[in-house]
């Protein structure tokens, strides 16, 4: 693939990736706000900027087997990790910016459990095998990640458990 098109398709990917999100958070403030056919459209709109995202990560050849898939989500999570919050965090700390701080904290601390979480899948899928959970709580505050049981309260935040969404 020319260098070019390349930087399209991946400039692409960025883009309708970051509408599909966007488009999911107007959705839930539309439905908090009594809109629902509007939360409606935001939702089905937001799957076709998946679609585009998905169509574009494929023709990059970005899309691999479970394993590989699961190497790209190991590196991208501990770099986050290791090298981006804590120099995001550290900015923020510096010019004193709470709200940011926190936000990025909520992130870092999630991302230590995704992980662990990616690390030990891919050993199962290394095994031919697949992992063995009954359900994956999230805590909609802060993201905090956690299979099979929630806690009382999320440890990061302190969200009730009530709270988590279920998966």
Not at 98 to 110: I, P, T, V
Not at 119 to 124: G, W
Request: proline fraction near 4%.
């Amino acid at each position: 693939m020319r260098e070019m098109t390349k930087k399209n398709l991946s400039d692409a990917y960025a883009g309708e990736s970051q509408a599909h999100m966007r488009y999911q958070i107007f959705a839930d403030v539309a439905e908090k706000e009594g809109k629902p056919n509007i939360a409606k459209l935001f939702r089905a709109i937001s799957y076709a900027e998946l679609v585009h995202a998905t169509n574009h990560y494929r023709t990059l050849g970005e899309v691999k087997d479970t394993v590989a898939n699961l190497d790209k989500a190991i590196a991208g999570e501990t770099f986050e990790e290791e090298e981006m919050y804590p120099a995001y965090k550290a900015v923020a700390d510096l010019q004193e910016e709470k709200a940011a701080d926190r936000s990025f904290n909520y992130a870092l601390e999630a991302e230590k459990i995704h992980a662990k979480m990616y690390t030990d899948a891919k050993a199962a899928a290394l095994k031919n095998e697949d992992i063995k959970i009954s359900k994956v709580y999230i805590c909609p505050v802060c993201g905090y990640t956690v299979i099979d049981t929630a806690p009382e309260k999320c440890p990061v935040c302190g969200a009730p458990r009530d709270k988590f969404v279920v998966f």
